[in-house]
């Protein structure tokens, strides 16, 4: 078992910047592939970066080059920086995690392999 608490979200205008943080605390020492994904009111969830065991990293192509995904292993903490942020990066971004050894590929785009969840932490961006 894996818990994960998000942290950072907040208000912000469009091309600001927020750094999201999430804790995993419990069965750190296995392999996870993890990331973050986001719903914004009245849309489906969706991928925006995943992080795999070897570092290898995926995108959602309307955040890259804005946004980082990034591990401290030593602290347990997955984080994602985003810059130049626009309104319709507006969402609950939720962290995740999927035990296994998955591509970060593969977990992307196969959200149903992730099995533990954060509550979210909410982003909000005005034009």
């Known amino acids: 078992q894996v818990q994960l608490v998000e942290s950072g979200g907040g208000s912000v205008q469009a091309g600001g910047s927020l750094r999201l943080s999430c804790a995993a605390s419990g069965n750190t020492r296995s392999r996870y592939c993890m990331g973050w994904f986001r719903q914004a009111p009245g849309k489906e969830r969706e991928g925006v970066a995943t992080l795999d065991n070897r570092g290898t990293t995926t995108y959602a192509d309307s955040v890259k080059g804005r946004f980082t995904i990034s591990q401290d292993n030593a602290k347990n903490i997955l984080y994602l920086q985003m810059n130049s942020l626009k309104p319709e990066d507006t969402a609950m971004y939720y962290c995740?995690?999927?035990?296994?050894?998955?591509?970060?590929?593969?977990?992307?785009?196969?959200?149903?392999?992730?099995?533990?969840w954060g509550k979210g932490t909410l982003v909000t961006i005005s034009s």
């Open positions: 995740a995690a999927a035990l296994g050894f998955y591509t970060s590929d593969y977990c992307y785009s196969r959200d149903y392999v992730l099995n533990y």
